[in-house]
Structure formats: structure tokens, C-alpha cells
């Protein structure tokens, strides 16, 4: 199977898996939140820093070393997983002994049982971190699909049974903990690869050298994305931080997707033709622009789309998140960029530079915090959207040089897509405009209609690149499909 046919196959497996997790992630997600309280939302949120950080460190550096590297041999993945087991240990370890000092930083004392029975979560992660590697590395994205809906179906069912029990906050803390119980149990379960007692001293050595600088860049860019949960629920209150998670969780989730699809199977790909120049390029700038018609397009049209959005999914009691979830999408939309050119720089082995660039993108963060403890929730969200301009631009000038492709470069080829998104935007907010006074189901049908309409007019004036080239593949697999059903008698 040729690169491009494997990945293509990846991308369009990954986007099975991303979009079935994240979607069945989704509507789990509504039903808790017609079932359970903001504040309820809001005490998971001010543990989620704790673990993500926590995962960070067992899932980044080491397993991103471990796919680059070409010919990895089997004491390398016995020396990625002893090592991932040891420190999740020692974290967990860690998160135990803590979880008093923490439930008393937010004065909320049901945090500390709460916390060392999430923290469980580390562990079972990383016992299961190096099959998903592995899987990652052969582009094997249907297993993980099939672990994926499987574990997230069943956490899901789960937590919502616990939820109309009465059980509140601890339905969210179970669904978490069951999922990834679920994904490692799976994983070992369908994955033929079992490690031995090997530990090569030279192999952690060698990942260790890419890898370590690439840990602690995740770890900064972690702590950097949760970090506002931290500071929202200490200087703010609980239903607040309650708002802004699922206003996140909501901006996030296409974003997400999108982000996910293409970073797993780009990164893999990509470094297969690192060392040709011309066709790094080629497939790095198509990358770029299908990913952000598609980011820009989406994002907006959520934006726009917001307040009945919020109704007609999780009811009134959330209308206060309205207003967080339109700023929090001109956050998420340039994530996929981001994460394109950050994938560049391991691409090409320069973990030393990405890691230099985590530290000064986080640093020009802590103006942000300040001010925005001081001016409010809008104050700070408006914080966040410049700080993540700024972090494009340092991404960009590294990565362009890379492979050719500078700045002014990339935003020649984007800035005509944020156009055509910002025109279908403003037609889905004249629609909810217009119908103001109709039902929320009624409103967003309007808008999808408008958007829709809006955006496949502009399209086929335009004429971008990412789109003909998508239309003329959709028509090309039309046509093969119905080739062969006529070949087979199918008429």
C-alpha cells in the first residue's frame, strides 16, 4: 500500500474514530447536563488540570519518540512501557498525597476524596499508553476506533445510570475513570504485543535525548490549557467554572476532532518524506488549507449560532455560557493550525525549538491571568483569543522556514477562507436574528439551511483549491461505486 493510499485510509479511520468518540462523548455529555448542576460541572473542572497534566506526562515525548524513530526494535517499546508504568505510579503517588492541600486551595473539602479516586485514571493509562503507540506507528486507526466506541459507550451508560441515581458530581468522576479502565483493558486485549522483562538503558537514552524536551512541552502546553479552570474556580465560584467548562467542552469538541484526525495521521506521514523538501511542502500546505476551511467554517457557524445552540441542547440554565462559547470558538478554530506547525517542527526533529517556543507562548500568558482576575470572565476570555494570535505567528515563522512555506505565505492562502467563513457566519446569525422568536430546534434548522446555502454558493465561485479538489475525489468514488455496481448486475 502506497503513502498516500495508507494515509488516506488512516485519515478517513481516524475521522471515524474521532467523530464517533467524540460525538457519543457529546450527547453523554447534554444528558448530564439536563441531569446535574454548573456547580457540580464546575468541581470536576478544578481537578481537571491535576490530570491532564498528570496524563501529559506519560503520553507525551517518549511515544511521539517512539513514532518518529524508523526502526524500532523491541526493547525500545518494553523500555517506553516500564517507563510509562513507573511514573504513573509515582504520579498517582503524588496526587494522593496532595489531595487534601488541594481540596483546601478551593476551600471545596469533597475534593480530596474526589481526586484520589480520579487519580486512579493514571495509572490505568499508563499501563495501556504504549499499545495505543504502537497502533498509532502501523496507522492501525480501526482498532483504535473499535476501543474507542466501545470504552466510551459503556463509561457513558454508566454515568448517566449513576446520574439518574442520585449519585451528582460522582457520575462525572466515574465516567472518566471507567472509560480509560475500558480503553487499556481493550487495547491489551486486541493488541497482539506483550512486553518482557527488557529495560535498555541505550534506547532511554536515545528517546529520551528527542523526547524530554517534547514532555515538557506538552507538559507547559497542558498546563497552559487547563490552567484557566485552576484560576476560574479559585478567584471565581464553581457555577462559573461550571459555564465555561461546557462552553469549552462545546468550542472544543470540533475543533478537536478536526485537530485530532489530522495530527495523528500527518505526523506519522509526514515524517516518512521529511527528507524531501518539495513534497514536505506540497502536503504540508495542503494539510493547512483543507483543514482550516473546514476549522474556520465550523467555528464561526457554532459562534453564530450559539445561543439557541445552547437551549435546544443542555436548556435554559445555561444561557450564561452563551457568551463564553462565542469567544472560546475564535480560540478553538486556530488550534488545527497550531497544531500543524508544531507537528512540522517534530517532524523535522526539532524538539529543541518547540519546546523554546511552549515556554515563551506560556509566558506571555501570565499578563492575561492578571488582568483578566481583575476585569472578569469576558476580560479574560478576550486575553486568551490575542494570546492564541500571537502563538500562530511564533509557530508559523519556525515551521515555514522549515519547508518554504513562510508566514505571508500561509496567510494568503487562509485569510480568503476565513472570508468565506466569516460570510457563512453572519448568514446563520441573521437567520437566528430573523427567528428570534421561533423555537430553538426551529431557529437552528433555519441557520444550518442558511449557512449551508451561503457556503456552497460561495464555494463554487470561489473555486478554493481544498474544496474542488474534495468534490472532485466525492465525485470520483460516486462514480467508481456506481461503475461497479453495474458491473455486478446492480441496475
Not at 447536563?33 to 517518549?62: C, K, N, T, Y
Not at 464561526?300 to 462565542?326: C, R, T
Not at 501570565?366 to 478576550?382: C, N
Amino acid at each position: 500500500m502506497s503513502l498516500k493510499q495508507k494515509t488516506l485510509r488512516g485519515m478517513a479511520w481516524s475521522f471515524i474514530d474521532s467523530f464517533a468518540n467524540q460525538g457519543f462523548n457529546f450527547v453523554v455529555g447534554v444528558i448530564l447536563a439536563r441531569l446535574l448542576s454548573p456547580a457540580e460541572f464546575g468541581l470536576v473542572g478544578m481537578l481537571v488540570i491535576f490530570i491532564a497534566v498528570s496524563q501529559s506526562v506519560i503520553d507525551s515525548g517518549f511515544g511521539r519518540a517512539l513514532i518518529r524513530k524508523k526502526n524500532c526494535t523491541f526493547e525500545d517499546c518494553c523500555t517506553v512501557f516500564y517507563y510509562n508504568l513507573a511514573v504513573g505510579i509515582v504520579i498517582y503517588a503524588v496526587l494522593f498525597f496532595a489531595a487534601p492541600a488541594i481540596s483546601l486551595f478551593f476551600d471545596k473539602p469533597q475534593l480530596k476524596l474526589m481526586l484520589q479516586v480520579l487519580g486512579i485514571n493514571v495509572i490505568i493509562g499508563s499501563v495501556g499508553a504504549i499499545q495505543r503507540i504502537l497502533l498509532i506507528k502501523k496507522m492501525n486507526f480501526k482498532l483504535q476506533t473499535k476501543i474507542s466506541v466501545a470504552a466510551t459507550l459503556v463509561s457513558g451508560a454508566v454515568s448517566i445510570g449513576m446520574a439518574l441515581s442520585g449519585w451528582g458530581v460522582w457520575s462525572l468522576v466515574f465516567r472518566s475513570l471507567i472509560q480509560t479502565c475500558c480503553t487499556s483493558v481493550l487495547f491489551w486485549r486486541w493488541n497482539p504485543w506483550r512486553p518482557r522483562r527488557v529495560f535498555s538503558a541505550a534506547s532511554f537514552k536515545e528517546l529520551f535525548g528527542f523526547g524530554w524536551k517534547l514532555m515538557v512541552s506538552g507538559l507547559i502546553d497542558t498546563t497552559y490549557n487547563n490552567v484557566y479552570g485552576l484560576i476560574i474556580g479559585k478567584f471565581f465560584s464553581a457555577t462559573e467554572l461550571g459555564y465555561y467548562s461546557r462552553a469549552q467542552s462545546y468550542s472544543m469538541l470540533p475543533s478537536q476532532l478536526l485537530t485530532e484526525v489530522v495530527q495523528r495521521v500527518s505526523y506519522p506521514a509526514l515524517s516518512t518524506v521529511q527528507e524531501n523538501r518539495q513534497r514536505l511542502k506540497a502536503a504540508y500546505r495542503k494539510l493547512i488549507k483543507g483543514t482550516m476551511l473546514i476549522s474556520f467554517v465550523v467555528m464561526l457557524g457554532v459562534a453564530a449560532a450559539a445561543p439557541s445552540l445552547v437551549v435546544f441542547l443542555i436548556g435554559e440554565k445555561w444561557l450564561p455560557s452563551v457568551g463564553y462559547l462565542q469567544l472560546l470558538c475564535f480560540i478553538a478554530m486556530l488550534h488545527p493550525l497550531h497544531a500543524l506547525n508544531l507537528n512540522m517542527l517534530n517532524v523535522n526533529g526539532r524538539s529543541d525549538l518547540f519546546l523554546r517556543l511552549e515556554i515563551i507562548k506560556k509566558l506571555l500568558v501570565i499578563p492575561t491571568i492578571v488582568i483578566g482576575i481583575r476585569g472578569g470572565m469576558i476580560v479574560l476570555l478576550s486575553g486568551m483569543i490575542v494570546n492564541s494570535i500571537l502563538a500562530y505567528f511564533l509557530n508559523s515563522f519556525w515551521s515555514g522556514r522549515m519547508v518554504g512555506y513562510p508566514v505571508q505565505e500561509q496567510l494568503a492562502d487562509i485569510l480568503p477562507l476565513f472570508g468565506i467563513a466569516a460570510a457563512t457566519g453572519m448568514a446563520v446569525y441573521s437567520a437566528g436574528l430573523i427567528l428570534s422568536a421561533q423555537p430553538a430546534p426551529a431557529i437552528l434548522v433555519a441557520q444550518s439551511l442558511s449557512g449551508a446555502a451561503v457556503f456552497g454558493m460561495l464555494m463554487n465561485v470561489v473555486k478554493v483549491d481544498a474544496f474542488m479538489e474534495m468534490k472532485t475525489l466525492i465525485k470520483g468514488k460516486l462514480f467508481a461505486a456506481r461503475q461497479g455496481g453495474i458491473q455486478h448486475g446492480e441496475v
